[in-house]
């Protein structure tokens, strides 16, 4: 079909760049940490499935959000793609090149192409240097900027990016308040200019009045840099804010993933629905609105449920959710979700959420 003259074809968005454009790609992920028993002989008597079989693919420029409750994996996830953990089985795949098992120089190289920025400002910046020293060790580990005064130059620049004052290159961490050492952590993050940047909630461990503050910088460093992001969260509102595309987790699966205005205008995953429920509504008019609240708890990643697991908790379960697990498929809306039965228009009114409520 072609495109009027009059009626100019419109930019391609994240959802529709073509494969060629996928920075990274992860192909059935799965890391299960075992279980041992026994003092002088370990023997293996079980597994934590902290991510079992996880596929994401991420486009040039864009940013993922990956969101899920506590536990679900998602920071397993972002250590298996830094490769600071070996995947159980999968594959991951970097600008078209396989790193799941490479080594030594190739894996000092990826480094420099993946940056990591940590959840906890406090316990993820060495208390016994500097600043400077902090931020400039990228440069001594991958030998650049040899100079004392060049490397000097490159790291107050640096802090300075990140709306700290250079003056603070001999200042310990403990000098700073919890918001300016995160600014810190994104400063070593972007210290060797990496291609992708991993943000594993990096605002959850600050105050409410810091956290918008970091996140409006971590979006104008991404158009500066031309960054491509992960953004690992639990707060749905923020990802909202800052994602083009967002992956739902729950117990080391990938239950339902879309660009972000449709999953948030119209979840397909039970799930989905009953986090997006629980975000408060900052509408005096609906205050004291009942929502649904999920049942029971999460079951333990040593022992998931069969089939969907989801289905010991979920409003929606049926016999068969209980005996066939669901594939991950496209359920008309914009979004793929991994559910037999899955929400629709009308559900949202009970859920408080969506266009519906």
């Keep these: 079909m072609s495109t009027s003259p009059s009626q100019p074809a419109p930019e391609p968005g994240p959802s529709t760049l073509p494969a060629r454009d996928t920075l990274l790609r992860a ?6 940490f075992p279980i041992t028993q026994g003092i002088l002989v370990q023997r293996k008597v ?35 793609i830094m ?12 600008d078209g090149e396989d790193i799941t098992n490479i080594q030594g120089r190739r894996l000092k190289a990826l480094r420099r192409e993946i940056g990591m920025i940590f959840q906890d400002p406090y316990s993820s910046l060495n208390p016994r240097k500097t600043v400077g020293s902090i931020i400039g060790e990228p440069f001594a580990i991958h030998g650049l900027l040899k100079g004392d005064g060049e490397r000097k130059r490159a790291v ?5 990016t990140v709306g700290l004052n250079p003056e603070h290159y001999n200042r310990y961490p403990h000098e700073f308040s919890g918001g300016q050492r995160q600014r810190i ?71 339902e993933t879309g660009p972000s205005d449709a999953l948030y205008a119209l979840p397909r995953h039970p799930y989905t629905g009953a986090l997006l429920s629980a975000v408060p509504i900052a509408d005096p008019s609906r205050h004291g609105e009942q929502r649904r609240l999920l049942s029971g708890d999460v079951p333990s990643p040593a022992n998931p449920p069969k089939a969907c697991r989801f289905h010991t908790r979920c409003p929606k379960a049926q016999a068969l959710c209980a005996e ?17 039965f899955p929400l629709e228009p009308g559900d949202l009114v009970e859920l408080g959420i969506g266009d519906a409520a």
Excluded: W
């Design 27 to 32: 192909e059935a992920l799965v890391k299960h």
């Design 46 to 80: 079980g597994a934590v499935q902290a991510v079992d079989g996880v596929d994401l693919a991420v486009c040039r420029g864009e940013t993922l959000g990956l969101v899920g409750e506590t536990g679900c994996g998602k920071s397993t996830t972002a250590r298996l």
């Design 185 to 255: 952590g994104v400063a070593r993050a972007l210290a060797l200019k990496p291609r992708l940047l991993i943000a594993d909630e990096p605002v959850s461990a600050l105050d409410v009045s810091i956290q918008a503050q970091v996140l409006n910088l971590l979006r104008e460093l991404q158009r500066e840099f031309g960054l491509t992001l992960i953004f690992i969260a639990h707060d749905l509102s923020v990802v909202r804010h800052m994602c083009d595309r967002v992956a739902v987790m729950y117990l080391g699966r990938i239950v």
């Design 156 to 160: 107050q620049e640096l802090l300075e």
């Design 324 to 340: 066939e697990d669901p594939p991950i498929e496209d359920k008309g809306t914009g979004t793929s979700a991994a559910c037999h």
């Design 83 to 94: 490769r600071l953990l070996d995947a159980t089985s999968g594959r991951l795949v970097f």
